[in-house]
């Protein structure tokens, strides 16, 4: 009898227990720079499991992102082996763009909720964090470097989208066009259908963040050919539901959240974000 009874108890608490959780870091940070997202889930959500990874920390991070989804591939495999009831995915800065294809890349993810902390999601148009290490990089002229064979295999290069060189953009760029589904392939239908498996999309940006460059970026809107940022609802991404967008927004499964007044290196550090507006997904 006691035997039944506490596996009854064993069962019932992996059943309620939170789910874990797998934190992907921004670029050229590592695992250490997550610690504060990290502690804080741990205190207010006791007994969670968490991955924080320390993959392409560094220099490393300016790696190709198709290397980098690949990599990561494997400890989301790894993961949900062994946690198969469920997990959720959180990243920050590019490893929010990461985290992201990570996802579309594995059509058998088991992936509950997926956090966006700042990504660029519709791309990057602005260096004034690149200026750092890419010493005299204009933003007029980022595009020469970027869209060549070269740049293909520099992270911010496979998601710089330069709206005045969209004929490029599409020839050169290996990576954002196609997890965008702006360009087909023949993995355009698992890119949509992964991300409508899940249960919550939350995006999480802010007007004041002045390094993703447009800062609605981190919720799929963009500049036009103009120069005009466009709405996600009124770019061709959610109005043709590209990657699913629009029937997760109708099925109430994505979540736009903008919080003003928080730069872009303190998302991660600000333990009321993590209060507020991460916690409430992490079940």
Sequence with gaps: MWTRVFVLITLLKYIYS??????????????????????????????????NIDSFEGWSSLDNMWYQVQQITETLYNVTEEYPHGIHLLGY?????????????????????????????????????????????????AFELFYSRV???????NYWNDPYHQKLFLEYSNYLPYINNEL??????????????LKKMVLIGGP??????????????????????????NREIYTEDKIGLKTLY??????????PGINHFQWHINVSIVDNYILPYLD
């Design 18 to 51: 939170y789910k874990p959780v797998i934190l992907i870091h921004g670029i050229l940070t590592g695992a250490h720079s997550m610690e504060i997202i990290k502690a804080r889930i741990e205190e207010k959500h006791p007994g969670t499991v968490i991955y």
């Design 93 to 141: 800065s590019q490893g929010a763009l990461l985290a992201r294809t990570v996802l579309q890349a594995n059509i058998d993810h088991k992936v509950h909720n997926f956090i966006s902390l700042s990504g660029p999601q519709a791309g990057q148009y602005g260096t004034q964090f690149l200026h750092l290490y890419f010493p005299g990089l204009a933003l007029e002229t």
């Design 151 to 157: 740049g293909q295999h520099i992270s911010v290069g």
């Design 184 to 197: 087909p392939s023949n993995k355009s239908e698992d890119f949509k259908n992964a991300l409508l498996k």
């Design 208 to 233: 004041d963040d002045n390094v993703i460059t447009p800062w609605q970026s981190s919720q799929f809107g963009f500049y036009n050919s103009n120069g005009t940022v466009v709405n996600f609802m």
């Design 250 to 259: 109708d099925q109430k499964r994505l979540k736009i959240i903008t919080v």
